[in-house]
């Protein structure tokens, strides 16, 4: 994520004699990335990248920190004019409502599930006055790329930049009976955002719903319309809290409302830095907004931060960053990025007891973790280049064979003129229906980001014959193959392994000559891979009915089945939009592979005469070219070969080659043979 915050505004909490571009350079450098600094009137914005593990870095306050600990590093002065988290805390200020008013607003809160919100806090103010905010809020905002609204929405998003922390703000008279739920939602439920849209939830959202039963607010992502500030808004409901990243993750997701707050909030924030937003959210109303305390604070925190700490010895910064750091320099580095550092132990065995602060309590977790700041903040930059000696890592033999094989098919397809294409491994339902598959049968991808791949194929064919379509009319033939996985589900009986896949590579092949053309590839690749025992007989596809009734057939390899060939159906054709008919071939990969012969199995030279006889036969459902070569071969033991040498019409010309590897025959002899064959068929 990026964030835009500008350097007077990093002023207010840091003191520092950098300059605007030496921040940029030294941030670049340890911290995060500085991808701009524009000049905008008497104030400088950063563009900033934000990792995503570092949400605590995504305002002004996080800058601030990180600075605090880089800046030192490059001879540059930086310390804290105030810093919020100590300085804006319940007890340091005067929450008591007498002050203010004699009225004392009340609300009812009720959490259905503790584990959506981790920290709820909110307070009523009143005698809020709706006008336009001061000029410092409304510039830095603007600067920032936020719209200003008015005083009080500026406020929200104000606070949001500054410290960190998505707010929210109600209209105090528009929260029904004064009662706020929070729950989830159930699947149907309807919301209408502070944007105007309509959305419909699909159940197991965070919501909060009123006491008059109106969904008031869609959790970390925006709030509801009907609960908005308006012109007329007297009193509000100043609103912080934290909740669970993965439901607002899965909201946003699954509805596309995709908001700056989701952002911050599908990270995980720290609960420890709502205290602050809030005191600061309340001083800024009071100021800006003559907003007057009208209820007490609710804090709904059920499990405090508790510190963690991690012991580490001194040695493992030398073992794992490559060269020795001075410990005091270590002790520096951490100091400035607000750990708690005690050095224990003695001379010998020197330690380092750390305390994680809140706000990285979920990104510090491990000793690499604390070795990998020390490392970043003394600067990689400082660090050797040396390269690590190389690891070779021996693969499996499936793997090793799948990596020689791949590259030598595929320059052979290219040699014969095909030319190779690399698709998405997702489809979407309309190539699916379009070729009267099952959605059923494909496994479907929960988050995608487009209906165009949304299946995980379970054949490589519907993208080629996708392919064909979308490149018709640039070349007249167009020969194409495709060599990737597909994906089977495997059921195994358990719910949560159900949507496992088989993952096979597959050869798929497609052309708009003609089915001889496509045959003849795939002699050649068998030919090629020095394959000889395999046959094609006419087979209907088990599962993929998309193939010609009369013009399809299966390629056989050792008695097993291991593709598929044939015609697109003419009515699929015409569903598909293609202008010509289309032939298209599918093999297991693995299979050729397997059967594959790195020579041919040498074949001695008859040293004897052939006899070449030509016949003329009528063609069939059942009598075909491979049931006559299959028979023709069985009947007679001085046939050597046959070819095909022509079709007209329902009649083949195949060329019988008849020879003896001990003497020379006649040609009455191979004639004889030739009648009994004919006789047969």
Known sequence: ??????????????DTDASPYEIQKYLSLCGPSVDRVEKIGNDYVYDIEITSNRVDSASVLGIAQECLAILPMFGKKANF???????????????????????????KIKIADLNLCSRFTTIVLDNIKIQPPPNFIKERLTACGIKSINNVVDISNYLMIALGQPTHVFDYNKVGKEIMIMRQSKKGEKIVTLDEKKIILPGGDIIIEDGDGKLIDLCGIMGGFNSSVSKNTKKIVLFVQTYNKQKIRQTSMSTGQRTVAATYFEKGLDEERVEPTLVYGVELLEKYAGGKIASKIY?????????????????????IIGIKIPEEKIIFILKNLSFGVKSVGNAYMRSLQITIPSWRASDINIKEDIVEEVARIYGYCNLPNNLQPPVY???????????????????????????????????SKKMIKNLGMAESEHLHLSNTISEEIEYMRVSLLPSLIKNIRDNFGKKEILKLFEIAKIYHPIDVGNAYMRSLPNEIYKLGIVVNTDFFDLKGIIEALLSELNIESYQLIVNRHPSLNIFHSRIQTALIIREKIVGYLGQLKPELKLKNNLKTD?????????????????VPTYKPINPYAVVKLDLTINLSEKNNFATIQNLALKTSKLLQKIELIGIFRNKITCRFYFSSPKRNITEEEAKSELSKIKHLL
């Open 299 to 319: 804090d709904i925190y059920p499990h405090p931060y508790k510190e963690k700490t991690l012991d580490i010895r001194y040695s493992i910064f030398e073992k």
């Open 582 to 598: 289309v032939f298209l071939a599918e093999i297991d990969f693995q299979m050729l592979i397997d059967n594959h012969k790195i």
């Open 393 to 427: 890592v021996k693969q499996p033999k499936e793997i090793e064979k799948l990596f020689i094989f791949q590259p030598k098919i595929k320059y052979f397809l290219k040699h014969l003129g095909l030319h190779e294409v690399m698709n998405y491994s997702m489809i």
């Open 81 to 107: 004019k105030v810093n919020p988290l100590d300085e804006y805390k319940f007890n340091n200020y005067n929450f008591s409502t007498d002050r203010d008013q004699s009225s004392n607003f009340k609300l």
């Open 1 to 14: 994520m990026n964030i835009k915050i500008t350097h007077n505004w990093l002023l207010e909490y840091l």
